[in-house]
């Protein structure tokens, strides 16, 4: 069981910038880890990917403007956010998985607004 703890979440400008961080209890080496977002009368959807080789995959949403990262011996990942625009205001949840397993944080806020 890992458990995927998130933090960084915010109120910010439009075109400013934010770093969610996702701080795992056990190693996520094995991983696949991502970030999800979910807005309110919407289905979550994918922001990013990151798998254990940090080969990475990007929605096109938030392409040149996102950036994941992982630091396996650190147990977390990263998201840099950055030109971030009304329309990336949600819940983001930090997700790993594996073929067997699927884990999920409790989601933080952003909220993009002047």
């Known amino acids: 069981q890992v458990q995927l703890v998130e933090s960084g979440g915010g109120l910010v400008q439009p075109g400013g910038s934010l770093r969610l961080s996702c701080t795992a209890s056990?190693?996520?080496?094995?991983?696949?880890m991502g970030w999800y977002r979910q807005a309110p009368g919407k289905q979550r959807e994918l922001v990013a990917v990151?798998?254990?080789?940090?080969?990475?995959n990007y929605a096109d949403s938030v392409k040149g403007r996102f950036t994941i990262s992982r630091d396996n011996a650190k147990n977390t990942n990263d998201l840099q956010m950055n030109s971030l625009k009304p329309e990336d205001t949600a819940v983001y949840y930090c997700n790993a998985r594996s073929l067997f397993q699927n884990y999920w944080g409790q989601g933080t806020q952003v909220t993009v607004s002047s």
């Open positions: 056990g190693s996520i080496f094995a991983y696949i």
């Open positions: 990151i798998d254990s080789s940090s080969r990475t």
